[in-house]
């Protein structure tokens, strides 16, 4: 038989290359996308020498249009169905929401949301009809705290991820589809790089509070072979994440509203 095939989106860098390597050293063949061409190459030609494993490389934007199905399109063109699905890409944009350009909201709602809500709609049946389904949801322990001003709409999409994992867990439970909300806190990768924040984060917060893309990526895997709905990476952010649900709302906007401005730039 073939060996299964992991889709990861986002996988350039960071959480999704972690990702990649983790499936491939558990015998899956991997299916990498993200903007740059390059770097998929690179990771590809070692998850080959490394593991043995097929390494398809698709360069895509996933912001646009017909993304979705353009990738997807390229899978099955290679005779090949998604049994791992990792809905990894994304990014974040700081400041003010009314100083922003909407199209540039626009297109991360796209990646964030409109991506991870198609590629898991299209695959689904599928791993539904084999009975075999794998489907991680990065999240972020900032879609189960308290909003945060200046990164307006990111803790709004992770919110949206954390509760359509649940569902799609409670729908497909005893199908052998599960189906995982990631949600880690400070991590070391490009992410912070992005948006602009890394300086702050890192002289605002200890370094305990910090992850490798590596331990999250293997706590995910984890996650969702366990069939867990909800994964929250690390003690420190378990017990954030705890103490958010314990706080009334108006305790932890008040919070989050005295101390914002320390992580990201306004």
């Not at 949301?113 to 791993?127: F, N, Y």
């Not at 992410?191 to 890394?198: A, E, L």
Request: hydrophobic share 45%; proline share 5%.
């Amino acid at each position: 038989m073939p060996r299964r095939l992991a889709l990861i989106t986002g996988a350039s860098a960071g959480i999704g290359a972690a990702f990649a390597r983790i499936y491939a050293s558990n015998g899956y063949d991997v299916a990498l996308t993200a903007r740059r061409a390059e770097r998929l190459e690179e990771l590809s030609n070692e998850l080959t020498l490394r593991y043995g494993v097929e390494a398809l490389v698709i360069p895509a934007d996933l912001a646009e249009p017909g993304a979705v199905d353009a990738v997807l399109g390229r899978i099955t063109a290679e005779g090949r169905e998604v049994d791992a699905l990792v809905n990894n890409a994304g990014y974040s944009i700081s400041g003010a929401y009314a100083g922003s350009e909407w199209a540039a909201q626009a297109a991360m709602l796209q990646v964030l949301v409109g991506v991870v809500c198609e590629a898991s709609h299209k695959v689904l049946p599928g791993m539904l009809e084999r009975r075999f389904g794998r489907i991680v949801n990065v999240a972020s322990l900032a879609g189960l705290i308290p909003a945060s001003p200046h990164a307006t709409l990111y803790g709004a999409c992770k919110s949206f991820l954390v509760k359509f994992s649940q569902t799609l867990h409670l729908e497909t439970l005893n199908t052998g589809v599960h189906v995982s909300a990631l949600c880690p806190g400070l991590t070391y990768s490009e992410f912070h790089d992005v948006d602009g924040s890394r300086a702050r984060l890192e002289a605002a917060t200890p370094e305990w509070m910090w992850m490798g893309a590596d331990e999250v990526a293997a706590h995910g895997y984890e996650a969702v072979e366990a069939n867990r709905p909800v994964s929250v990476t690390g003690a420190p952010n378990k017990a954030i994440a705890a103490s958010a649900k314990l706080i009334p709302d108006d305790w932890g906007l008040a919070l989050i509203a005295s101390q914002g401005g320390r992580f990201r730039p306004r």
